[in-house]
Each structure stands twice: as structure tokens, then as C-alpha cells.
């Protein structure tokens, strides 16, 4: 893989991998590692969903109450890998992180199964539950509050966060680990640099 065989623009370049592994049959393309770091610069990392990309940069949803939200408001960047096995390859995605507004997160939010959005309203994400019967029992409560009710409307505690790119690393794997490695950087002007890395 030389530079060149890649688009100049790594948002195209992204869309082709990822059509390419969907196409492939990976499971879940839209799975990727989000790591976050609290105020003091303690790193964690989780598996969420890539739930849109464009050339805003990469979304995903979640509770704002949960520990990856504490931490992205104390320190508002993150990074992202998303690995697909079938092509031996990964995408690396570095940058600022700016939360969704709530009109896009609400079209996001009602394409969910209707117990996938009870589960956000009874969910007290990563915060101590005295038992599973403890969930379960704020999910029933739930489940009365909105019950006869079509729309389930969108938790004011619950909503998106754009990953906006400053780096964005395109991966393929060779044989003796002589892995193609392609970075591309943002510039002042607002395009990007693509260089080559060692692997």
C-alpha cells in the first residue's frame, strides 16, 4: 500500500475500508476501541459503536452521566481504533471530541428498538447497582412511565459525541510485520498531509 493508492481526503479513504469490510462480512465493522483520559491523565478504554462518520468526523451515543462522559468533559479528546480482521486492518483516530446536538442525537435516539431506549432512561451507567433486580426493576418502572406512549422521547441525560479528527492512521497488515502504514495529519489550511510510518 503506497501513500498514493490512498484518497486524499480520509474520510473518503474511510468510507471505502469500511464499505469494504461490511461488504466482507466482518461482524460488527462499526466496532471500535474509545479511549478516553480523566482530568488527571488517567487513561480508560471501552468498546462503543461508530454510530455516523462524515467529514464532521466520527459519532458515537452514550449516557452523560457515564465514566467515558465525566472523563471527556474534564478533557475533551479522545481516540478511537477500529480493527477488521478479515482485511488485517485498522483505522486510528485521534482528536477534540464536541457533543452532538440534541435534534441529532433524537433522530439517532428513535431508530433504536423501543427497549434499547427504555434501557437508556433505566440505565444509571456505571454507577453502582445493588443487584440485577435493582436494573431490572427501574427498567419496569420505566416501562410503565412510557408505556401506551409511540414515541419514547430522549433522555436529557443521554445523547451524542463527534470525534473531531485531527489524525486519522489507515493500517494494513504485511507479511514480517512490514505493515503499510499511511498517517494523514490536519493542516492549518484545513486539508490534510499524508505521510508514510514505520511499522
Known amino acids: 500500500m503506497d501513500v498514493d493508492d490512498l484518497d486524499p481526503d480520509p474520510h473518503v479513504q474511510f468510507e471505502r475500508w469500511f464499505a469494504e469490510a461490511s461488504a466482507a462480512g466482518v461482524p460488527y465493522p462499526e466496532q471500535m476501541a474509545l479511549a478516553t483520559a480523566a482530568a488527571d491523565g488517567a487513561p480508560s478504554v471501552r468498546m462503543v459503536l461508530l454510530k455516523g462518520h462524515d467529514p464532521r468526523g466520527f459519532v458515537f451515543y452514550t449516557n452523560r452521566e457515564s465514566r467515558k462522559a465525566v472523563e471527556l468533559e474534564a478533557n475533551p479528546r479522545a481516540a478511537i481504533v477500529l480493527h477488521w480482521e478479515l482485511q488485517d486492518r485498522q483505522v486510528r483516530v485521534e482528536g477534540t471530541v464536541v457533543r452532538v446536538d440534541d435534534d441529532e442525537s433524537f433522530a439517532y435516539f428513535r431508530t433504536r428498538p423501543r427497549g434499547s431506549r427504555l434501557g437508556a432512561w433505566a440505565s444509571p451507567q456505571s454507577r453502582p447497582l445493588a443487584s440485577r433486580d435493582e436494573l431490572l426493576r427501574r427498567y419496569a418502572e420505566v416501562e410503565r412511565r412510557f408505556a401506551g406512549e409511540e414515541e419514547v422521547p ?10 473531531v479528527p485531527d489524525t486519522i492512521e489507515f493500517w494494513q497488515g504485511q507479511q514480517s510485520r512490514l505493515h503499510d502504514r499511511v498517517l494523514y495529519t490536519r ?13
Not at 430522549?154 to 470525534?163: K, S
Not at 493542516?187 to 511499522?199: E, I, S, Y
Request: net charge positive.
Open 187 to 199: 493542516a492549518a489550511d484545513g486539508g490534510w498531509q499524508r505521510r508514510r510510518l514505520g511499522p
Open 154 to 163: 430522549l433522555p436529557p441525560f443521554w445523547g451524542g459525541y463527534r470525534i
